[in-house]
């Protein structure tokens, strides 16, 4: 694929002279700045650059809505999907579309509600301070009033609004969507307890996020997470053992991650001892998998389970804190955090030769986001709670070691890598410019239907428009980037590697240290 140089233009000698002095007097502020943010130890990072990445990052869920889009602020956005739902009589508009297609899959979207509002009950004052806080809260509300709506009696959930196979036989705008959007629900003859419990997880983590603006809208979260907890637990089977179509994009491993990662929710928001017995009893034995690190993603919850308990063990009060199995999650936690830090004898070798995590070929930036968003949220709980050193096996580490692993893994997505690119649309000045989304991909003028669309999937000019906030998949592991639009494998951005991205750079838009409790 043709790759388009920026263009520059020729300068004179006393423009050259500007440039030096800029220059000079950028460096002589950059040193003051650094030393009123105190030590000067790497483990800052460049609290402005990841505030500046933060506001494009947070774009990219504006850009994702359904539904009438009363506040929009995207030019080349408008009202669409306006009668999801309706067959079924309910209203499934808004939410937000997975990624460059316009799927709403239920499973994934309750996770970049989930990790969203997680990044807002640790991060929220730091989002405030960069002004985000309120784009964020709205964002989160888009898609849990959506998660409401589909989940109209206690035993039904609906989990997905289009047909796949359709949707992915169309290139076309969101506004000029015209197939049937067909419903899909899990029930309690085709139950799907991870759908259902990362649905009660997204909704009582919100509980926590809006409980102190809007009560009566925080409880009705809080009452929907307690019924579709129970529903999840009661009826146990894998959603996509139940409904077999939904395989081939959003299968899913199991349903024990979501039970216990929705408990510790549940416990967060109500502080009830049942939900702390739940993830410490038997289903702790049966699912917990302890002292085997894994990595987090939309799939799997349970690295989340173990940071989110570990809060627990850090701030929590003696008598629920003192229990074996709770230190057994942070203990899995701490093996998490010991698998990231390079320098750790248990590191992990899924990596790329300059140090990003590296995991699979498909979305392949999930994964290096969502760990280090898990090691700045670890490595704040140590620093608040005093906890100066995290042991790997014999070796001592800080919180800054934590803090340093996540920078390293910021920085590279914002460009510091051998591709010299930000893998986050909007930032910087080179960034993949033929981003997997169909909204971007097609003017704003047109308005193509299902089939004539495609002519822009092929076109080799860059979207016209720019898909600002969206993270790509990511490089392969020799570290190259193939910017090209029929590349959904590299190219194509989704909403939870934004929950994750926005959460790693709120942590890291100011030395940090968290709230003790969420309540
Ligand atoms: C229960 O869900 C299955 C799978 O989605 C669906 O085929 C069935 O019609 C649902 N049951 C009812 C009573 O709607
Ligand atoms: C979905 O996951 C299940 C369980 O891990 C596996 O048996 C099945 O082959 C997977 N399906 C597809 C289409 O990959
Ligand atoms: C895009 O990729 C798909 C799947 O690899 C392929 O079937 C299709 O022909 C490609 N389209 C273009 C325009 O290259
Ligand atoms: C990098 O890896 C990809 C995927 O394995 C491969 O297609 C590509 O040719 C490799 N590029 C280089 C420069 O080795």
Same mark, same amino acid.
Request: net charge negative; glycine share 8%; proline share 4%.
């Given at each position: 694929?043709?790759?388009?140089?920026?263009?520059?233009?020729?300068?004179?000698?006393?423009?050259?002279?500007?440039?030096?002095?800029?220059?000079?007097?950028?460096?002589?502020?950059?040193?003051?700045?650094?030393?009123?943010?105190?030590?000067?130890?790497?483990?800052?990072?460049?609290?402005?650059?990841?505030?500046?990445?933060?506001?494009?990052?947070?774009?990219?869920?504006?850009?994702?809505?359904?539904?009438?889009?009363?506040?929009?602020?995207?030019?080349?956005?408008?009202?669409?999907?306006?009668?999801?739902?309706?067959?079924?009589?309910?209203?499934?508009?808004?939410?937000?579309?997975?990624?460059?297609?316009?799927?709403?899959?239920?499973?994934?979207?309750?996770?970049?509600?989930?990790?969203?509002?997680?990044?807002?009950?640790?991060?929220?004052?730091?989002?405030?301070?960069?002004?985000?806080?309120?784009?964020?809260?709205?964002?989160?509300?888009?898609?849990?009033?959506?998660?409401?709506?589909?989940?109209?009696?206690?035993?039904?959930?609906?989990?997905?609004?289009?047909?796949?196979?359709?949707?992915?036989?169309?290139?076309?705008?969101?506004?000029?969507?015209?197939?049937?959007?067909?419903?899909?629900?899990?029930?309690?003859?085709?139950?799907?307890?991870?759908?259902?419990?990362?649905?009660?997880?997204?909704?009582?983590?919100?509980?926590?996020?809006?409980?102190?603006?809007?009560?009566?809208?925080?409880?009705?979260?809080?009452?929907?997470?307690?019924?579709?907890?129970?529903?999840?637990?009661?009826?146990?089977?894998?959603?996509?053992?139940?409904?077999?179509?939904?395989?081939?994009?959003?299968?899913?491993?199991?349903?024990?991650?979501?039970?216990?990662?929705?408990?510790?929710?549940?416990?967060?928001?109500?502080?009830?001892?049942?939900?702390?017995?739940?993830?410490?009893?038997?289903?702790?034995?049966?699912?917990?998998?302890?002292?085997?690190?894994?990595?987090?993603?939309?799939?799997?919850?349970?690295?989340?389970?173990?940071?989110?308990?570990?809060?627990?063990?850090?701030?929590?009060?003696?008598?629920?804190?003192?229990?074996?199995?709770?230190?057994?999650?942070?203990?899995?936690?701490?093996?998490?955090?010991?698998?990231?830090?390079?320098?750790?004898?248990?590191?992990?070798?899924?990596?790329?030769?300059?140090?990003?995590?590296?995991?699979?070929?498909?979305?392949?930036?999930?994964?290096?986001?969502?760990?280090?968003?898990?090691?700045?949220?670890?490595?704040?709980?140590?620093?608040?709670?005093?906890?100066?050193?995290?042991?790997?096996?014999?070796?001592?580490?800080?919180?800054?070691?934590?803090?340093?692993?996540?920078?390293?893994?910021?920085?590279?997505?914002?460009?510091?890598?051998?591709?010299?690119?930000?893998? !986050? *649309? @909007?930032?910087?000045?080179?960034?993949?410019? =033929? &981003?997997?989304? $169909?909204?971007? #991909?097609?003017? %704003?003028?047109?308005?193509?239907?299902?089939?004539?669309?495609?002519?822009?999937?092929?076109?080799?000019?860059?979207?016209?428009?720019?898909?600002?906030?969206? !993270? *790509? @998949?990511?490089?392969?592991?020799?570290?190259? =980037? &193939?910017?090209? $639009?029929?590349? #959904?494998?590299? %190219?194509?951005?989704?909403?939870?590697?934004?929950?994750?991205?926005?959460?790693?750079?709120?942590?890291?838009?100011?030395?940090?240290?968290?709230?003790?409790?969420?309540?």
């Amino acid at each position: 694929m043709k790759q388009r140089k920026r263009s520059s233009s020729g300068c004179c000698g006393w423009f050259l002279v500007i440039i030096v002095l800029a220059g000079i007097a950028f460096a002589v502020f950059a040193v003051l700045k650094h030393k009123t943010w105190g030590s000067g130890s790497p483990a800052l990072g460049d609290p402005k650059k990841y505030s500046d990445a933060l506001k494009i990052a947070m774009q990219f869920f504006d850009i994702q809505k359904s539904g009438k889009l009363d506040e929009n602020q995207i030019p080349w956005r408008g009202d669409s999907a306006l009668k999801d739902g309706s067959e079924a009589k309910i209203d499934l508009s808004k939410g937000m579309y997975d990624a460059g297609d316009h799927m709403k899959f239920g499973f994934p979207m309750a996770f970049t509600a989930t990790v969203l509002s997680w990044a807002i009950l640790e991060y929220g004052d730091q989002m405030n301070g960069a002004g985000q806080l309120e784009p964020a809260r709205n964002s989160l509300k888009w898609i849990t009033d959506y998660l409401v709506n589909s989940h109209p009696t206690a035993n039904v959930l609906y989990i997905q609004v289009g047909n796949a196979k359709v949707d992915h036989g169309c290139w076309n705008r969101p506004e000029d969507m015209k197939e049937a959007r067909p419903l899909t629900q899990v029930n309690a003859s085709y139950p799907g307890s991870d759908v259902a419990a990362e649905t009660s997880a997204a909704l009582a983590s919100a509980y926590l996020v809006f409980k102190s603006t809007d009560s009566t809208y925080s409880s009705l979260l809080l009452k929907h997470a307690v019924q579709l907890f129970q529903f999840a637990d009661k009826y146990r089977e894998v959603y996509s053992i139940s409904i077999p179509d939904v395989q081939t994009y959003y299968n899913s491993t199991g349903y024990g991650d979501e039970l216990l990662w929705a408990a510790s929710w549940l416990y967060h928001a109500t502080g009830e001892a049942t939900y702390i017995d739940y993830v410490t009893g038997e289903n702790g034995d049966d699912f917990a998998n302890w002292g085997s690190p894994t990595w987090f993603s939309w799939d799997n919850k349970l690295p989340g389970a173990q940071v989110l308990l570990s809060r627990i063990s850090f701030f929590g009060s003696k008598e629920v804190s003192n229990s074996d199995a709770l230190d057994k999650y942070r203990k899995t936690a701490e093996a998490v955090m010991c698998g990231l830090i390079p320098k750790s004898s248990s590191a992990t070798s899924s990596r790329t030769e300059n140090g990003l995590i590296w995991v699979s070929e498909w979305n392949a930036l999930q994964h290096p986001v969502a760990s280090a968003f898990l090691a700045v949220v670890y490595s704040d709980y140590m620093l608040t709670s005093r906890t100066d050193k995290l042991s790997c096996d014999g070796d001592n580490f800080k919180a800054s070691d934590l803090r340093e692993f996540a920078i390293t893994q910021a920085n590279y997505v914002l460009g510091n890598n051998p591709m010299k690119m930000s893998y !986050l *649309v @909007g930032f910087g000045n080179k960034y993949p410019e =033929y &981003v997997h989304h $169909r909204g971007a #991909s097609v003017p %704003g003028d047109e308005n193509p239907g299902c089939k004539d669309g495609f002519k822009w999937l092929d076109s080799d000019d860059p979207n016209p428009n720019v898909a600002t906030g969206a !993270l *790509v @998949g990511g490089p392969f592991l020799n570290e190259s =980037y &193939v910017d090209s $639009r029929n590349n #959904s494998m590299q %190219g194509e951005p989704t909403t939870y590697n934004s929950a994750f991205i926005v959460g790693l750079l709120s942590g890291l838009v100011a030395t940090s240290s968290v709230v003790q409790s969420f309540a």
